[in-house]
């Protein structure tokens, strides 16, 4: 059944009554207000008229566009069906190399020789798409770490982000560390308990409350090429303020054999420039995740398939019904209700007076 949002508002349905049983009524004047030389016919008119029934009928209108105005005031409203709302999966953080030895041209895609990030670009756009129900984030980092994208249910933002970055945009050395507390502090929130060292992260960085996910639903992927090199914190450290922030890690090693070298027509590898597993590994060990290594285009696809088998840990929801107002239809009515007044003369009379 429908029931009122706002009930108090009918209280004021006797308004008018109240009105005209007592406010003071306007003096009447001794003195006629017109003069009309067929008074008498007039008179005759109103008291034999058939439509004077109408005219009486009329009056009722004001009373009824009151009542109607009233109603809509009260907001009425109607239980709708049940809705069950959508279910959110991760909060994934993406942290990707931007250092200038991504410049490197050591992978093939689709027959070609090209560039480390390239490569990094298509393997994972495509793991996007499959990435349904998650919120994705993204850090770029080189010589700085910078947040590009922040949590977002926008995969195709982050697509598009990612597809506008180029080696050597953050600078050309490597801050793994300052990677992985810029997306820590893009992922955590304050705790229950206040305890959460979220107060180091500044409040326009903190995801809202209505947001947030189990603790054990925060990851970040980091995918680097290089050794750690510069930077304000060190990779061990900042693993270490992630594991305290539940927050898993999953490292990619990413790289082949350096820059390719043409001879008579041949393909040769060049030297590995190097990437510290150690470093990487210890790193996703400490905070619960796993280390990859990609040395090329096929092997880098493979891993992002294996993290797209993390399956989202949807939180089940209570299903809602949500309240369908019905104001606008009493709203209506006391429009059409107006209208008529104005348009309806009130009586037949000036057509019988002519």
């Known amino acids: 059944m429908p029931d009122f949002a706002w009930p108090w508002m009918l209280l004021a349905l006797p308004l008018p009554w109240l009105v005209a049983r007592w406010w003071p009524s306007a003096p009447r004047s001794a003195q006629a207000a017109l003069r009309v030389p067929y008074v008498s016919k007039?008179?005759?008119?109103?008291?034999?008229?058939?439509?004077?029934?109408?005219h009486r009928l009329r009056r009722w209108w004001p009373l009824l566009g009151w009542l109607l105005l009233c109603v809509a005031a009260a907001r009425p409203q109607q239980p709708?069906?049940?809705?069950?709302?959508?279910?959110?999966?991760r909060d994934l953080m993406l942290a990707v190399d931007l250092s200038g030895s991504m410049r490197t041209q050591d992978m093939e895609l689709g027959?070609?020789?090209?560039?480390?990030?390239?490569?990094?670009?298509?393997?994972?756009?495509d793991f996007l798409t499959r990435r349904i129900?998650?919120?994705?984030?993204?850090?770029?980092?080189?010589s700085h770490a910078y947040a590009v994208t922040p949590l977002t249910w926008?995969?195709?933002s982050v697509r598009e982000q990612l597809l506008d970055a180029e080696p050597g945009l953050a600078g050309d050395n490597t801050a793994i560390g300052d990677a992985i507390v810029l997306a820590v502090k893009r992922l955590i929130a304050p705790g229950t308990d206040g305890k959460s060292p979220s107060d180091r992260v500044p409040a326009s960085d903190r995801v809202p409350a209505s947001d947030r996910v189990p603790a054990s639903d925060r990851v970040l992927i980091l995918l680097t090429d290089g050794v750690s090199n510069t930077g304000v914190v060190e990779p061990i450290k900042a693993a270490q303020l992630a594991a305290a922030e539940h927050v898993r890690i999953y490292t990619i090693g990413f790289g082949g054999g350096g820059?390719?070298?043409s001879l008579f027509g041949m393909t040769l590898p060049g030297q590995d420039d190097g990437v510290d597993e150690d470093t990487l590994r210890q790193i996703a060990t400490l905070t619960g995740?796993?280390?990859?290594?990609?040395?090329?285009?096929q092997s880098l696809a493979g891993i992002y398939a294996q993290l797209d088998r993390i399956e989202p840990s949807l939180q089940a929801q209570g299903a809602q019904r949500p309240r369908i107002d019905l104001y606008p239809w009493f709203l209506g009515g006391a429009l059409l209700v107006a209208v008529l007044?104005?348009?309806?003369?009130g009586g037949n009379g000036r057509r019988r007076m002519a």
Do not use: C, H, N
């Open 341 to 345: 007044m104005v348009a309806i003369p």
């Open 259 to 261: 820059q390719s070298e």
């Open 133 to 142: 129900g998650d919120r994705v984030g993204l850090v770029v980092f080189g």
């Open 42 to 54: 007039l008179a005759g008119w109103r008291a034999g008229d058939a439509s004077v029934g109408k």
């Open 154 to 156: 926008d995969r195709q």
């Open 289 to 297: 995740g796993q280390y990859y290594r990609a040395r090329d285009t």
């Open 111 to 125: 027959g070609q020789m090209v560039d480390r990030l390239t490569a990094i670009k298509a393997v994972l756009g």
């Open 80 to 89: 709708g069906d049940l809705v069950q709302p959508p279910r959110s999966g």
